[in-house]
């Protein structure tokens, strides 16, 4: 088949390369810019692979390069495309929740919006049948009338969370190739195969955010605001003073600026009075969400069922109930969920299959 995919210039993304054309199909590279002009990228002057940490992201012009040159090695196609729209788009939802108290997930915002949303629209410009990615998880046929989205194999880097927006229609185009490896195995393969990236260490910031100061990003974004107020206690006695509620999020430990004799956490956001509530581990817990804006991948679900729901990406799911309304659903866990945060993303599982999901409210 004529295959779409996305290269990021990272192991994952090059593996996928590689693997699919060893499984014969005709690969055509994608690398996704997010608008910031680099001269290495207009000069066409490739850069050295970068091996720090620091300097990893998913849309630099440094990973530009490295996906075209995993590309050329490879001998498939490779396009570099001006995405700043859909990143400018981003980057709004990202202040936005911020200054809203909520906790944005920009990296599900960028796979619904344009890694599998304007990925399938160059697709179907070029003629191809289908379109991958180099995340970690995996489509199963169901003898169902589509496909269903399913954990990778590897379940410490699975990242079946993070997808549970995708279009279900488009699951029957969309490929995994590294869904049924761990990392290791990857990173092996690589280095035998001789791609370049192989050793490369994974992105650990958000691609518009390197140095991870949120706080400094929303002052450039959005200008300078009166963010500052009190900390209180969940009896409103006020603890404490804060430079900005932006910098705080649920299930926050460190950083309080406050001292106490035993561990507190942050365990609401105000925006309106512009108070940060500060509480015990107990505190922390909740048995109940509503969420909205939901997603499902199976059909017709019932209006009340059983399942087990995850409420980050590093979560371990928790068994519970699904109340299913209009257009929100209620989710009653068996036991006290720690940190659940409005704006963070609640994924429904059946064991590995993911049922859909929706935006903690």
Not at 72 to 99: C, R, T, V
Request: aromatic share 8%.
């Amino acid at each position: 088949m004529r295959v779409v995919l996305a290269m990021s210039g990272g192991v994952d993304s090059s593996a996928s390369a590689w693997l699919l054309k060893e499984q014969g199909h005709e690969v055509i590279g994608l690398f996704m810019r997010s608008g910031s002009v680099d001269d290495t990228c207009e000069t066409g002057v490739l850069p050295v692979i970068s091996l720090k940490p620091h300097h990893q992201g998913c849309c630099s012009a440094g990973d530009a390069a490295d996906a075209r040159r995993v590309a050329d090695s490879l001998d498939i196609p490779f396009h570099a495309l001006n995405f700043q729209d859909g990143f400018g788009k981003i980057k709004d939802y990202f202040a936005d929740e911020y200054l809203a108290g909520r906790t944005p997930n920009p990296c599900v915002m960028c796979n619904i919006w344009l890694k599998f949303g304007k990925l399938w629209d160059f697709a179907q410009q070029v003629d191809a049948d289908c379109i991958a990615s180099g995340h970690y998880a995996q489509t199963k046929p169901l003898g169902e009338s589509l496909p269903g989205l399913f954990r990778g194999h590897d379940r410490d880097k699975d990242q079946s969370y993070v997808l549970f927006g995708i279009e279900r229609e488009i699951l029957p185009q969309v490929i995994f190739p590294v869904g049924g490896y761990t990392k290791p195995e990857i990173r092996e393969m690589s280095r035998r195969a001789g791609i370049q990236t192989a050793n490369k260490p994974d992105s650990q910031e958000i691609c518009f955010i390197p140095d991870n100061d949120y706080a400094a990003f929303l002052n450039r974004h959005r200008g300078e605001q009166e963010l500052a107020g009190e900390l209180v206690d969940t009896a409103g006695r006020i603890i404490g003073q804060h430079t900005g509620y932006q910098k705080f999020t649920i299930g926050q430990r460190k950083g309080l600026g406050v001292a106490f004799g035993e561990p507190r956490y942050v365990v609401r956001i105000e925006p309106d009075t512009r108070r940060v509530v500060i509480g015990t581990r107990e505190d922390l817990g909740r048995t109940v969400l509503e969420a909205d804006r939901i997603n499902w991948l199976i059909d017709n679900p019932a209006t009340e069922f059983r399942c087990t729901a995850q409420i980050r990406y590093q979560h371990t799911p928790g068994a519970c109930t699904v109340e299913v309304g209009a257009d929100r659903m209620r989710v009653t866990f068996d036991e006290p969920q720690r940190g659940v945060a409005p704006g963070q993303a609640l994924v429904l599982y059946d064991g590995d299959r993911v049922l859909g999901g929706g935006w903690i409210c």
